[in-house]
């Protein structure tokens, strides 16, 4: 999609599979079940849809999908498939690793990190040379003081050799003209939505706040939100501002409708958007 100078394209790392009824918190199975048909071990499909924004020099790209440095033991717990990688994918879109200028991160968990870096032959290095990294300072600090409960979450070494690169943020800010980070909590303490306006077009990426479609309504909330309540309140209220500016909005994990606006906001209905 092109408008008033940007460029959109969803780019994409593959599936992997998460258990469904973590996906969906206290929400019945046979309720999220009209959405997500699951394996015979409760696993759903779920897609890596990195959202990729071009404007004059600048190429941004908003998470980063699984990588490459999974051990045996994780590629069988999250089942990853993919014919190619976002590296691959992302060259047959004609973006070298070279032309990356920003790199958005929502939050830091390691399906949304995964190409931060990559493994060169036994040596870990960052992935896009020439961009800079934008992430909550929250984020950094659960990712290298995590807990039992968090630790499973994270690949450390996603941020291995990245330090030069980061550029910390406390709270919302502009990254270029048009483009804004604005800290939304709820998943995790740091975690971060992407907001771009141009003209009266808003796109807004919701992360894991709004993973899929399936989760537009605001009591479908994940178990891994670490701050349920505000994942509740924070949806609301960006839900609201969404359906009267007639935002589009991009879901990171969902395999069939990765972008969408609200038709109703009464029934939470959407329309899909294609990008």
Do not use: C
């Not at 959405?35 to 790209?61: E, G, H, M, Q």
């Amino acid at each position: 999609m092109k408008i008033n100078g940007y460029e959109l394209m969803l780019s994409s790392d593959g599936t992997f599979k998460l258990d469904g009824g973590a996906m969906f918190g206290v929400v019945p199975k046979p309720v999220w079940e009209k959405y997500f048909k699951s394996d015979v071990n409760n696993k759903i499909t779920l897609a890596t849809n990195v959202l990729v924004i071009r404007k004059d020099k600048n190429v941004a790209l908003v998470d980063l999908g699984m990588g490459d440095k999974f051990d045996s033991k994780l590629e069988k717990i999250y089942e990853i498939n993919r014919t190619k990688t976002l590296l691959q994918d992302l060259s047959e879109k004609g973006i070298r690793r070279e032309d990356v200028t920003h790199i958005l991160i929502t939050h830091g968990h390691l399906d949304h990190t995964g190409w931060a870096t990559f493994n060169r032959q036994g040596t870990i290095e960052p992935t896009f040379p020439n961009a800079r990294y934008f992430i909550q300072e929250e984020t950094l600090k659960e990712i290298r003081e995590p807990n039992q409960k968090t630790r499973p979450n994270y690949n450390y070494l996603n941020f291995e050799n990245l330090d030069s690169q980061l550029e910390l943020l406390n709270g919302d800010e502009e990254v270029f003209p048009g483009v804004e980070l604005v800290k939304s909590g709820g998943h995790t303490k740091g975690h971060q939505i992407v907001i771009l306006r141009t003209g009266n077009s808003v796109f807004t990426y919701f992360g894991d706040l709004i993973p899929t479609s399936a989760h537009i309504k605001p009591a479908y909330v994940m178990a891994y939100d670490l701050y349920p309540m505000d994942t509740f309140s924070k949806k609301i209220e960006l839900l609201q501002r969404a359906f009267e500016e007639r935002w589009t909005l991009f879901f990171e994990h969902d395999p069939v409708m990765p972008a969408a606006k609200i038709t109703d906001i009464e029934k939470y209905s959407l329309g899909p958007v294609s990008i």
